[in-house]
């Protein structure tokens, strides 16, 4: 385990155990990426649908949202290098079975779904480790510069990837985007193999039934008894309601009001990541110098300001403009909220705790995703777009005039 003072020294680099997470983590995103423009692109081209491009979105978040809990007991019990190790290996066969079946011509969009719950699953309990593997490697004070640095390089891998995957599905289909994909998975493995231990430093075992049940319970506790926590989480819960339900229908949106090609939509998210990556960035160099609630509320409302001009103007560049800085506030919003949270959390805990948090706050998404999926079939993408704007500046300005968000300084 980093010492004390090794934690507290210098830059977060310096410890060897984060840059070897951080190096498997990077290699991971970059796979992450293309399947993020690849499997989206592949459903909407099999169906022409919002609502089942929107699904494959639910096969991955939701589960996610709900295994977050067991995630998080998981990663405060047992080895969590193993445990991540673990959920690596899964999703490397399930991207590798994505690749094989689409080269062989039996894949489908049920088949599709079902992987993707899987991958869900997994990256529930991965993330359920990785959370509670940075205070361990960084000790808690570091932790927002930690998430900033692993958020700025997913970010920059999604500058990246979509432009090539785009490029890539344009000409070859999805194949080369799915194998790299499964790839990348390996190439995490052997960076977690790398490391000699993230924790915890007393093992008891997988958690019971019961266990769970009381670790979710000792979750709710702490999140409900914290005013701060509470109110921020309520806030989330009705911004990605709202977030996701847009971003659900962003391919769609593209496609018909803009008549965007794959390669377009590939560069659209290109430019989408630069904003992630500016506000990943700026959070990570002002963690410390801007009270949290005056920092995450004046964050909501640029956030919801930027995006409206998305429905407004009618070239496809604008549009990107404006959702790339909407994409910026978010980037810091999250990168801001997770630190937040990993700093008022004890240390025991905090894997409980934030798979609580994640579970009440990505409860809005597959709602978000439906509704907007629907309209966007039944109405048009446009106004499904307007409405997920619009309704997101009413919940940034709630959120800003609520003091329990606004006055949290700690």
Not at 216 to 237: E, K, N, P, Y
Request: with cysteine.
């Amino acid at each position: 385990m980093t010492t004390a003072g090794d934690r507290s020294a210098g830059s977060i680099f310096a410890s060897a155990g984060f840059r070897q997470f951080f190096i498997g983590q990077s290699l991971s995103y970059v796979g992450d990426g293309l399947r993020t423009l690849a499997v989206p692109l592949l459903a909407f081209h099999l169906t022409h649908s919002a609502l089942a491009t929107g699904t494959a979105l639910i096969c991955e978040v939701a589960p996610f949202s709900l295994f977050a809990v067991i995630g998080g007991s998981l990663a405060d019990r047992i080895d969590r290098r193993r445990l991540m190790i673990g959920c690596d290996a899964v999703r490397f066969l399930v991207m590798a079975f994505f690749a094989v079946a689409y080269g062989m011509h039996f894949l489908t969009l049920p088949m599709i779904y079902g992987g993707l719950v899987v991958i869900s699953i997994c990256a529930a309990a991965f993330l359920g480790g990785q959370s509670t593997s940075i205070p361990y490697l960084l000790g808690r004070e570091r932790s927002t510069e930690a998430m900033a640095a692993l958020i700025g390089v997913e970010n920059a891998s999604n500058l990246i990837t979509p432009v090539i995957g785009g490029a890539l599905f344009a000409y070859f289909g999805p194949l080369p985007a799915l194998a790299i994909n499964a790839l990348t998975y390996l190439g995490s493995q052997i960076s977690l193999l790398r490391i000699p231990s993230l924790g915890p430093d007393q093992l008891s075992g997988g958690p019971s039934a019961r266990e769970v049940a009381q670790d979710a319970a000792l979750g709710f506790r702490h999140v409900l008894q914290d005013r701060g926590m509470r109110a921020q989480a309520t806030a989330a819960f009705f911004l990605n309601f709202l977030g996701f339900g847009a971003y659900a229908i962003l391919i769609p949106f593209l496609k018909r009001d803009f008549a965007a090609t794959d390669q377009q939509v590939g560069i659209v998210l290109g430019i989408t990541a630069v904003g992630s990556m500016l506000g990943a960035y700026v959070a990570g160099t002002t963690a410390k110098r801007w009270p949290f609630g005056r920092a995450i509320t004046t964050a909501y409302l640029f956030d919801a300001i930027v995006f409206i001009p998305v429905v407004l103007v009618s070239n496809i560049w604008l549009a990107a403009l404006f959702w790339s800085l909407s994409s910026m506030a978010a980037s810091y919003e999250v990168t801001q909220i997770i630190g937040w949270r990993m700093r008022v959390t004890p240390e025991n805990v905090v894997g409980r705790v934030m798979g609580i948090v994640r579970l009440i706050v990505l409860a809005g998404m597959a709602p978000g995703v439906l509704l907007f999926g629907w309209i966007a079939d039944h109405r048009g993408a446009h106004p499904a777009m307007a409405v997920a704007a619009y309704g997101y500046l009413v919940i940034a300005i709630v959120a800003f005039l609520t003091p329990a968000i606004r006055n949290e300084a700690r």
